[in-house]
């Protein structure tokens, strides 16, 4: 079994910065692609923030210049870095990895985290 962890949320003020971790563990052999998704109350899960494999990154509008979507893979570790929160990044923000188990071969598993609470206040 494989499993990923977020850690970091928490309360701040608008303007502040917090770092939200996703930490894979179980039986990884690797993680592939990499998503942090949002959730505000009453609305979807939407995409922030996205880490391929190779590296390459594609951030929702409003997170852009704000945001940023980091991997450490001997950590087994993805990082999103937020500064200059507003309000409206309030929500429960989700960690989303294609991880591929020990004994699936080339096959990735679909892993969702239970999520973080962030809360900024005006």
């Known amino acids: 079994q494989v499993y990923v962890l977020e850690r970091g949320g928490g309360l701040v003020q608008t303007g502040g910065s917090l770092r939200l971790s996703c930490y894979a563990y179980?039986?990884?052999?690797?993680?592939?692609?990499v998503t942090w998704y949002r959730q505000a109350p009453g609305k979807q899960r939407d995409s922030i923030a996205r880490m391929s494999s190779s590296g390459d990154t594609t951030y929702e509008e409003s997170a852009k210049g704000r945001f940023a979507i980091s991997r450490n893979n001997t950590k087994n570790t993805i990082y999103l870095e937020m500064n200059n929160l507003k309000p409206e990044d309030t929500g429960r923000y989700y960690c989303n990895a294609k991880i591929v188990p020990r004994g699936w071969g080339q096959i990735s598993k679909d892993v969702w985290g239970q999520g973080v609470q962030v809360t900024v206040s005006s």
């Open positions: 179980g039986e990884v052999v690797s993680i592939g692609d």
